[in-house]
């Protein structure tokens, strides 16, 4: 909940107007308020993506409150978070609705991101595993295998994010990360999900040492890139991260 009209576009304008690395896909997720104002400024030269923080399952109908896929789409959407940690501890959110946004937004053409991770109490019992894989079993389990592929999955430690969080050292994060790519990999007989990435404390310091970590395609950012220019630095860590796996 950040960021009015004027400053969502004052933020995409200068994002817009960098020169973004090739080979990192970099995507923000503005509020409802800011999501035509965001596509409209960043349009579809920019190489970002602009995605919705969430959306409902139905095409339309008595859901006061809400914003359907289709909207969401109309507004510019091209990504809809669903599953967020927040959306899961404050607004109701459940396996069972996320497994059902996940259906809408690919019938409607949107790429579902997909949040999942633990809390704290869960992390301390040593079940964070079994945890987060139930999650991510519920959220596909109503679209076919053959369209796993199409979704991104970022786990955010429940404990790692926010004022008060924790951040996540990568010894905690790569065995998850490593349960999720394995559980996917089952499921879709090897061909796995569209992006795997983690969230929860991230910013320039751990950025290089996350990156690093067998099962992370990328990283989902919140407060370090609320600011375009912590986005960019990021942006530019993860091009040079490309770069040296390269060769």
């Known amino acids: 909940m950040n960021k009015t009209i004027a400053e969502a576009r004052a933020y995409c ?12 896909q970099v995507f923000v997720l503005p509020p409802f308020t800011s999501l035509a104002a965001a596509s409209d400024e960043l349009g579809p030269d920019s190489g970002v993506l602009v995605g919705a923080q969430n959306a409902h399952w139905a095409d339309s109908g008595a859901w006061t409150g809400e914003i359907s896929m289709p909207m969401a789409r109309d507004a510019g959407a091209e990504l809809v978070e669903i599953g967020h940690s927040e959306r899961r501890e404050h607004f109701g959110e459940t396996d069972e609705t996320v497994g ?12 579902p991101l997909v949040c999942v991770g633990e809390p704290r109490a869960v992390r301390a019992a040593g079940d964070a595993e079994e945890y987060v894989l139930g999650q991510v079993e519920a959220a596909v389990a109503g679209i076919p295998a053959a369209r796993i592929p199409d979704v991104i999955v970022a786990y955010e430690p429940v404990w790692a ?3 008060g969080g ?3 050292t990568p010894e905690l994060v790569a065995p998850v990360m490593g349960a999720i790519a394995d559980r996917l990999s089952a499921l879709t ?59």
């Open 13 to 24: 304008r200068k994002l817009a107007q960098a020169d973004l690395p090739a080979g990192v």
């Open 166 to 168: 924790t951040p996540a």
């Open 100 to 111: 059902l946004k996940v259906a809408a937004a690919l019938r409607h053409g949107l790429v």
């Open 189 to 247: 007989q090897g061909a796995g999900c569209r992006a795997l990435l983690y969230g929860g404390g991230v910013d320039r310091a751990n950025a290089p040492d996350l990156l690093r970590l067998r099962h992370v395609d990328g990283l989902f950012v919140g407060r370090a890139a609320w600011d375009v220019d912590g986005l960019l630095a990021l942006v530019d860590l993860a091009a040079r991260h490309r770069e040296a796996e390269r060769g």
């Open 161 to 163: 994010i926010g004022v």
